[in-house]
């Protein structure tokens, strides 16, 4: 089993930046890849990003909404995974999770891909 715990969440003005941050614990041999997805009130889960464990390849959401304003990265050492978001929007205002696969399946993007995840982490934008 792998455990995820997400920190960094909180309430940011418009414009500003946040850095979420994943550490990982238990298993951590086992994860092939992270990602982070989000889900806002009365919304399905969202791709944001992803990064394989090893390699550090990274996959970003294509959407306009995120595009170009988030990083991901990963500090093997330290099992942890984070996401720099920059020029926050109200409408980045989401709960954010941590998600890790076991396997590479070829696909980061969809959240039934993902084998474990964490309890989430609030970001509130205000405008």
């Known amino acids: 089993q792998v455990q995820l715990v997400e920190s960094g969440g909180g309430l940011v003005q418009a414009g500003g930046s946040l850095r979420l941050s994943c550490t990982a614990s238990g298993r951590t041999f086992s994860i092939y890849a992270m990602g982070w997805f989000r889900q806002a009130p009365g919304k399905e889960r969202e791709f944001v990003a992803a990064?394989?464990?090893?390699?550090?390849?990274?996959?970003?959401a294509d959407a306009d909404s995120v595009k170009g304003r988030r990083t991901i990265s990963r500090d093997n050492a330290q099992n942890t995974v984070y996401l720099q978001m920059n020029s926050l929007k109200p409408e980045d205002t989401a709960v954010y999770y941590c998600?890790?696969?076991?396997?590479?399946?070829?696909?980061?993007?969809?959240?039934?891909?993902?084998?474990?995840w964490g309890q989430g982490t609030k970001v509130t934008v205000s405008s």
């Open positions: 998600e890790a696969q076991r396997i590479d399946r070829g696909n980061y993007y969809s959240h039934g891909q993902y084998d474990y």
């Open positions: 990064i394989t464990w090893s390699g550090g390849r990274t996959y970003y």
